[in-house]
């Protein structure tokens, strides 16, 4: 008996033994070929990169920007033959030797998903050119973009300004991570920026470092006086109250900033609660909703954007409970008007710097003007520049079950239009 079940006892060890090897090959295989496919997309994204920087290189990937026109439709069925020959089976050719070559090197199975998968862009490129079909792929799909560019993988909008907003930006094709190591996930070159509080500290060191990314600056303030020495910015005076007067010259902007803010400190008054809200909220909400006006046209969606400082006060303390209540209101719109998808709002989680509101801050507004804009061009959606590690932990938590939670108790214009029909 205990002989019997001394063997049965060896049999199931060996039976998990068994199962624990299966499973750990079939990890390993997997890993290995999830990591084949990603590793194929950034060669692709680097090599295609590389053809924006190497001459001999450009003469052959330009015959793929000549031919679409701005609404993505094909020029000619001539013209994208030639694409396909010189430029996608070229690339998918060498993409496929580069794969090969290394499956053969390091010896891991899953490494021939990869080649698989490489192998079916040089089987479409080869059937557009040989047997003369148009067929392009989902990112070259012509028509008017009805999407803003997606964060987390490359759509029709976000590859859209490679042909049409910068050719040496958003080199990605399916993931975006190429363009977040390069900072290529968004061209600021020849943009037309406007940024409110461009008198105060932060939105001075904004529009000199946007001028150095050759960014066109329109500083929209309440102090026009303090902007007289700002070289290579248009100065454009306002008022609070009257933000629909600015309607004229934001149609013509790209990126709209809103930068301005108050901070009555301890205060509790009536007045300084109106104050807080009509500066820090609810002006702040008129420049988005005129400024969403303008997102107009079949391509508005790709250029336009929003970048709203709504402070670090949205999840932290700032020792002044009206500026936290303020910001954190106007955080919150921010995240509802989010869902709309009318174009891309940027969110500035900036901590204490050095300015008339807060004059005890530790980082200089230099600093945190230079990490707002290299995050930016990383395609960050939410840019959190601070000294408080406790903020990049609470704020992705809050900012995600927030949309969560307004996502599913709120509707869409449109969803309020049908409903009503019925």
């Not at 290995?32 to 053809?51: G, K, M, P, Q, T």
């Not at 439709?73 to 993409?95: A, F, G, N, P, T």
């Not at 079909?133 to 490359?154: A, C, F, M, Q, R």
């Amino acid at each position: 008996m205990i002989k019997m079940l001394a063997e049965n006892l060896i049999g199931i060890e060996a039976r998990l033994q068994i199962n624990w090897v299966w499973l750990n090959a079939s990890l390993q295989f997997a890993s290995w070929a999830l990591f084949s496919i990603l590793l194929a997309e950034v060669l692709r994204d680097s090599y295609h990169a590389l053809c924006h920087q190497v001459n001999w290189l450009a003469k052959w990937h330009n015959k793929h920007h000549m031919a679409y026109r701005r609404d993505l439709s094909i020029v000619s069925l001539k013209v994208y033959q030639e694409s396909q020959l010189y430029h996608d089976i070229l690339e998918s050719s060498l993409l496929l030797v580069v794969l090969v070559v290394i499956a053969l090197i390091v010896q891991q199975m899953g490494l021939w998903l990869g080649v698989a998968y490489g192998s079916t862009f040089l089987y479409g490129a080869s059937v557009r050119y040989f047997q003369g079909k148009i067929d392009t792929d989902y990112n070259h799909l012509p028509g008017p973009l009805e999407t803003i560019p997606s964060l987390w993988w490359v759509n029709r909008t976000y590859h859209w300004r490679h042909h049409f907003d910068d050719v040496n930006a958003y080199y990605s094709g399916v993931f975006p991570l190429v363009d977040k190591i390069l900072g290529t996930g968004l061209s600021l070159k020849g943009k037309t920026i406007a940024l409110t509080g461009a008198s105060g500290a932060l939105g001075q060191a904004l529009a000199a470092e946007l001028v150095k990314n050759n960014a066109k600056v329109v500083a929209l303030t309440t102090n026009p006086e303090k902007l007289v020495e700002q070289v290579r910015v248009k100065v454009v005076p306002w008022q609070l109250g009257n933000e629909a007067e600015l309607r004229n010259s934001l149609e013509k902007v790209d990126i709209l900033i809103i930068n301005h803010g108050i901070n009555v400190y301890a205060s509790r008054t009536s007045e300084a609660i109106n104050s807080s809200y009509e500066v820090n909220t609810f002006s702040a909400l008129r420049l988005i909703d005129i400024f969403l006006t303008t997102v107009t046209g079949p391509q508005a969606k790709a250029t336009k954007e929003i970048w709203v400082n709504t402070s670090e006060a949205e999840v932290s303390p700032a020792l002044s409970p009206l500026y936290e209540l303020s910001k954190r209101a106007l955080g919150d719109i921010v995240t509802l008007k989010r869902l709309d998808g009318d174009c891309v709002i940027r969110k500035l989680i900036l901590g204490p710097f050095k300015s008339q509101l807060n004059p005890y801050g530790v980082m200089s507004a230099q600093q945190v003007a230079r990490a707002i804009l290299f995050l930016a061009r990383r395609d960050f959606r939410n840019i959190i520049v601070a000294i408080n590690p406790l903020t990049y932990l609470l704020f992705p938590l809050k900012e995600t079950s927030t949309s969560l939670y307004y996502r599913v108790f709120s509707r869409t214009a449109k969803s309020e239009q049908y409903l009503r029909k019925q």
